[in-house]
């Protein structure tokens, strides 16, 4: 076989097409070839319905838990990124914030910068103005903080808003609704937004209708009309069918057994084991001493007015281990001593502080100086030396006893069942994890245990984090971020053969992945049970090979953690089976940390186990296992579709990913063979090559495996020899290629450009640009003749490109036939226009459909204002008749119903009016929309070539 080359006119040609910007498919495979992620066809599914229309103010992507919302979103972020439409924000919550980050930078290559409070003032400090629009990369805020600094996300001009955990707005549109939600939804209301949630039906209709009014405030035209046309009463089939057809533009949501169907995804089981253990009595004393100390009202440490955020933290060390707890005793005296009370500080053991404050929507902690009696203090300093001399004098502990010889057991049915006997080890105490580091090693693990945490600061860390630095010294792996290189470097051990335990704290696993692991130890169980949801999910989620056992440690003696562990398990289904907490439960928990201080309130205020036991079987019994039948079937109803036409959508779109991928890479590489000849590839089929003393592919879990550089369009050399090729001009004057098949690898693709053998001709290639309000819109056109006066399709034309060539040393015709291929230009040019102004119609035609029902919502809002109006009124006249009002009181009443009677008739009397004014605005955007569309296509020549094919 003749040397394969391909020439510069190959790689112009293959980038302009592999950068092509619009919204179809083609344009969108640049993002999915660019990330670090096993894509499934629902998810490039949803990330197109949300790329979709111009027109659009934003989605609601509703998928069930465990689909990759996160997935969706993220593809949807590269591709605007790519477009260069890089203000993009994510508000998420603040236990989210560090997951966001890792995923955007692990499976996406985009960096991000998280803004708290802390930041935000180091920003300033920094003479950063505008922080939110100067930050490096892409903004992720929490709810709260993004609230507090309204004005200013207001101020900035957003390309694109994703709020995470969505159905914490479902009710901004009630009057008592939360105030964040109204203050998001007035400062973000012109970017487009991606709100992303599995629950965004939970208790009642009006919720969606509160959730599109976050996306478009015009959506539906008022909370009456909605009301009246689809909730409550007038929920019928009838109606249901007009609001799934009017949530279809907006809403997109695939099931799991949909997938699953599919045979997308093969999910897997989470199985529960519970191991218990008795404290011994120094331990039982211990606890008891404490909870009754911080149960008192009089102690200086707490008060009756204690920061339940500082007693919240020390009931986390108070069931983590007598190690954690003898901490936290010294640092409190060391307060007394200094006559300062109890503070957040003292608790940093528990590294989730900053995610507590900023879920509790606090910046500082206040104390408050007040007098304190010296022979109080020195009487309570003693109490606390006491409780420390007994907390120190418990060598070990009855949990890390039970653990110590359990762990064994169940690392031995994880091997059966075909599993890595690895296990990860949660504990929300730093002191803790460094007891059962010393305890585990000393008995049997020595070697074989790394640790997480929100410093990482210990030797072996250290070491851990130098060996991987020099590992992967020059690659895309580093990204320079010491925390999150230092993840990547602890996970990356963990993985490895000579690692089996990694005992991790919360603050630590936030944001890794870690599905080669099947064993979870909650060694303290939170009591969030969106914490638990995530540590669980760390490793059961998507690519787990085998079902995940989850084993929780239980105190028999400890009626807290027992109640605990008992609505976990039966009321939010966290441990067992393919999903863990419902939907539905776990969505109607708009905060963890609100249902963390209802546990605080039982715990502190209850004297007696008796009045405990009330208390906790009234908060069970507020949970609900799953919503109202009618409900549920309300939002079957609404939100779902019929599971044939998912998953022939699912096939066809899962035939064309296995078309578009392939070839967006071979594209990609013939670029590269023709801006990097001295690059080694060791077959002409092979989709790596090596280059400048690296070793590059466009597999990136080949990559990633063998330590190799993930060659793509986005970013790194993918990226330089793309623009390279693109800047060149091409176009001043033709160029002459004799294509040569024969070379080509790949036959079965080529067959009709090698039916052309033998023959030559002209081809003269365009680039089409559509602009639209969106995003431009690109095609490349081919015009393409033989010397015999044949057309030569454009898909045949396109081939060519794919096939190796060598430059013809002259011309046998002088000049192309100028007159042959402008008519094809003409008609290639015509096709693409029309096609544009097809989409731009139909997109045209659903903003007049999606405008005429909001103004007929308008009326029926004013007909049921006036409704609601004429009831007060007829209740009042009622009233007024009673026999048992003053005279003052029915005056007062007449006087108040005449009032609103001016009220119904003023409503009456503007009806039309309105009507009228709604109209017109309607009218006006129509024309707005159409002139924002109706721009004429411009047509720029990249190149003119003399082809012949061998």
């Known amino acids: 076989m003749n040397q394969i080359v391909f020439t510069q006119l190959h790689a112009h040609y293959h980038a302009h097409k592999l950068t092509l910007t619009g919204t179809d498919d083609e344009a969108f495979t640049r993002s999915l070839t660019s990330a670090r992620v096993e894509m499934n066809p629902h998810q490039v599914d949803a990330a197109l319905f949300a790329l979709k229309s111009p027109l659009s103010k934003g989605v609601l992507l509703a998928d069930e838990v465990g689909l990759g919302k996160t997935i969706e979103a993220g593809l949807v972020i590269s591709q605007r990124w790519a477009e260069h439409k890089r203000r993009i924000i994510l508000i ?73 955990e969505a159905h914490r707005l479902r009710n901004v549109y009630k009057k008592g609704g939360s105030q964040r939600a109204k203050d998001l939804k007035a400062a973000l209301q012109d970017p487009f937004k991606i709100l992303l949630t599995a629950t965004p039906l939970q208790n009642s209709l009006m919720e969606l209708y509160g959730i599109v009014s976050m996306i478009d405030d015009e959506h539906f035209g008022g909370e009456n009309a909605f009301k009246s046309q689809y909730s409550g009463a007038s929920a019928n089939t009838s109606s249901l069918d007009v609001l799934k057809e009017r949530l279809a533009p907006i809403c997109h949501r695939t099931l799991r057994k949909q997938v699953q169907k599919a045979g997308h995804i093969n999910f897997k089981q989470r199985n529960a084991r519970t191991f218990t253990f008795d404290p011994s009595d120094d331990e039982l004393q211990l606890y008891n001493n404490l909870s009754a100390f911080l149960q008192r009202k009089d102690s200086i440490s707490y008060g009756d007015r204690a920061n339940q955020l500082v007693v919240l933290q020390v009931r986390k060390i108070l069931g983590s281990s007598t190690f954690a707890v003898a901490g936290y005793l010294d640092k409190l005296i060391e307060r007394l001593r200094r006559k300062e009370r109890a503070t957040l500080d003292i608790t940093d053991d528990v590294e989730d502080i900053q995610t507590t404050l900023e879920e509790a929507d606090l910046d500082d902690e206040v104390d408050e100086a007040e007098p304190i009696d010296p022979v109080k203090l020195a009487a309570e300093i003693a109490e606390v030396e006491s409780y420390l001399a007994l907390a120190r004098s418990i060598g070990s502990n009855a949990k890390g006893e039970v653990l110590l010889h359990q762990l064994p057991v169940v690392l031995d049915e994880i091997a059966i069942k075909g599993g890595k006997r690895k296990a990860v080890i949660f504990t929300e105490s730093v002191r803790t994890q460094t007891y059962l580091n010393e305890l585990l090693s000393k008995h049997g693990y020595t070697g074989q245990i790394v640790l997480m945490n929100g410093s990482n600061a210990d030797p072996a860390s250290k070491d851990v984090y130098a060996a991987w630095k020099e590992r992967h010294q020059g690659t895309d792996k580093i990204s320079g971020s010491r925390s999150a290189d230092m993840k990547a470097a602890i996970v990356e051990a963990f993985k490895g053969e000579d690692k089996a335990i990694l005992i991790a704290t919360e603050s630590g696993a936030e944001g890794i992945n870690l599905q080669f692991c099947s064993l979870i130890v909650n060694y303290d169980l939170p009591w969030n049970p969106q914490r638990v949801e995530q540590r669980i999910g760390r490793c059961h989620r998507y690519g787990q090979l085998i079902d995940v056992t989850v084993v929780n440690m239980l ?7 027992q109640r605990i562990h008992d609505l976990l398990a039966q009321k939010f289904h966290l441990f067992e089976g393919v999903f ?28 007696t186990s008796e009045q405990a036991e009330f208390e906790f079987d009234a908060l069970k019994s507020s949970i609900e296992d799953k919503i109202d039948a009618d409900m549920e079937a309300a939002r079957a109803k609404v939100l779902g579709a019929l599971d044939s036409e998912v998953i022939a959508k699912l096939h066809h779109r899962q035939a064309e990913l296995a078309t578009s991928v392939p070839e967006f890479r071979q594209r990609l590489l013939t670029i590269a063979k023709a801006e990097l000849p001295e690059a080694a590839f060791p077959t002409p089929d092979s989709q790596r090559f090596d280059h400048g003393g690296r070793t590059f592919t466009t597999q990136w879990p080949t990559a990633d495996d063998n330590d190799w550089q993930f060659f793509r ?22 160029i002459a290629l ?44 081919i015009a393409c003749t033989s010397d015999a006066g044949a057309i030569i399709p454009s898909e045949v034309a396109d081939k060519m490109f794919m096939v190796p060539a060598k430059a013809a040393p002259s011309f046998s015709h002088s000049a192309p036939d100028e007159a042959a291929l402008e008519a094809i230009e003409h008609t290639e040019f015509a096709a693409f226009s029309d096609k544009i102004k097809n989409e731009n119609f139909a997109w045209i035609q659903a903003e007049e459909d999606r405008l005429d029902r909001y103004a007929a919502d308008i009326e029926i809002e004013l007909d049921a204002q006036i409704d609601v109006l004429e009831t007060e009124v007829k209740e009042l006249q009622r009233q007024k008749r009673s026999p048992d009002l003053s005279m003052e009181d029915k005056v007062a009443l007449s006087r108040k119903v005449k009032r609103m009677e001016g009220d119904v008739d003023d409503l009456k009397l503007s009806k039309f009016e309105r009507r009228k004014k709604v109209r017109r605005d309607v009218s006006d955007k129509l024309d707005e929309f159409a002139e924002s569309l109706n721009i004429h296509p411009t047509l720029t020549t990249l190149m003119t070539l003399r082809w012949t094919v061998e």
């Open 555 to 561: 105190n028999l003696k400890n009626q807290t953690e």
């Open 92 to 164: 998420v919550p603040a236990s989210l914030r560090k997951q966001w980050q890792q995923e955007l930078f692990e499976k996406f290559s985009l960096r991000s910068t998280i803004i708290e409070a802390a930041t935000y003032k180091a920003m300033e400090k920094n003479n950063i103005v505008r922080p939110f629009e100067n930050a490096d990369g892409i903004v992720i805020a929490s709810y709260e903080f993004a609230a507090r600094r309204a004005d200013e996300l207001r101020a900035a001009k957003w390309d694109l808003v994703v709020f995470d």
């Open 713 to 734: 369009v986005s970013d790194g050399l993918g990226l330089e020899v793309v623009e390279a090729a693109k800047s060149r001009d091409h176009a001043s004057q033709p």
């Open 580 to 607: 863990g907490a419902s939907d539905e439960v776990l969505g109607a928990l708009v905060s963890g940390l609100d249902f963390e201080r209802e546990v605080l309130r039982i715990v502190q205020d209850c004297r």
């Open 738 to 781: 004799t294509f040569r098949p024969d070379n080509f690898p790949y036959a079965g693709q080529i067959a009709a450009v090698k039916d052309l053998s033998g023959h030559s001709g002209w081809l003269r290639v365009f680039r089409a640009v559509m602009p639209t309000p969106d995003a431009m819109r690109e095609e490349l056109l």
